[in-house]
């Protein structure tokens, strides 16, 4: 959806395919709220992606009763829950996503096909120069000089031929220490969820009847799992402990209800009732796998994960243990209306897990995991700044080495540009929090496959290092100076720099290509 908007706006035509009748994904289609860090509200966010969020905040403001607090609130979240800072209805995040593409294809040839699927690919040399899709409008192939695989399983990988891997990976493959110890299992797949929506309604009685697997599922209990699928017990992601939420709690705990309410009915006027997105972890189906079986299993599967959460509606409602005594709470009622369905479950399950291409560099554990970098666990917070920002270990120098540490760097953007990934050493070395050394003292670097890494060597002024994809304004003396002045002198030796796979600095360093140039790489 991004790209598209994107390049429509940069005048490409554009074809933009979606397998169920909404557009967006996780956030309508699938009904899942958007799990955003905490410091979205100023950062981490791309322009395209905060002007969605600022439409559906404009929305609730023009379209519905709000009160006069919550229309005047800069950062409205209509649902006030606590996973997302703007938890919405996801009819109300489709009608903005569609205006967004109504206001691409009134100014460019930006073409929207819903419920349709892609079933081949032309590709040759490795270049995909064609897909084929089937819809409601018959089947449609489309040429383009750029295509983009933004389904939820990858499901271009395999009709491309693709390199591509699904499942659970062997230790032995990746070396990472979390990795399943035996052979690789594409089968032992994350699990999937059909998400649901709930309304209170005092007086409401109308109970979903038993599903044919309920007996199954209230007695069945996982041998990870703390209680019964049907229960209150479930599991601390961060740790695996066990954890009990109540399903309503007061005014600012960390309940079950709030954990992804889309609408919080007190800011309506009149006031409404709430309505909630189930996506607990009572509800996640992992029993079979959905991605990369034959169409028999898939559906299997498909078919499982939807009467689990019906099981789990009708537990809810009938024989749910309250917390003042008694069991149900039958004034629950399934919302379908604000998810497009007529029988309250979102239109497709939500999937954690999709087919990965096997990748040039693939990220791993060793990357971003505590456990398989010494030093990560905040007790080394220079380590942990060096091996994130140049993708090597660091660990303790050995008695006797050769050491050395880095001086400070006026900007942190300066060293994070001069210490992406990609040439595999720890220049420069790790960033000195104060006063001009690093507290854990000099550290010896490896590159991940255990190999010494290379110190840097001295460079003249006015040269190009023979270190490929070193420049001279890489030296210390030259990263105090001017962001624009070390500019001015990587632009001089640029053209030199190596242009093999990996090299991210240089890049990052060349003036930006205008408009028209973009246009040209992206293709008619």
Sequence with gaps: MAAALAAARMGCSVVLTEPTRWVGGQLTSQAVPADEHPWIESTGATASYRQMREAVRQRYRDTLPLTEEARQDPHLNPGKAWVSAIAAEPVVIHAVLRDLLRAEAARGPLHLLLSTVPVSADVHDDRVEAVSFTGPEGDVTVTAGYVLDATEEGDLLPLTGCEHVVG???????????ALDGPADPFDQQAVTWCFALERVPGHADVVGRPAAYGFWRDYQA????????????TEPETGLPLRRPLFGPTGEQDLWSFRRIRHGASWVPAVPDVTLVNWPQVDYWLAPMTGVDAEHRARARAGARELSLAFVHWLQTDAPRPEGGTGYPDLALRGDV????????MEPYVREARRIRAVTTVLEQHVGVVARPGADGRSASATRSAAATGSTCTPARPGADTWTSRRTRSRYRWERSCRSGWRTCWPRARASAPRTSPTGATGCTRWSGAPARPPGPSRPGACSTVPGRCPCESSRTWRSSRAACRRRVSSCTGRMSSAVGNVEAPLLRPRPSLLDRRTRLGP
């Design 168 to 178: 659970a990976e062997s230790a032995a493959d990746t070396g990472e220490p979390h």
């Design 223 to 234: 041998p990870h799992w703390p209680g019964p699928q049907l229960g209150w017990a479930t």
């Design 339 to 346: 998810l497009g369905t007529d029988d309250g479950l979102a």
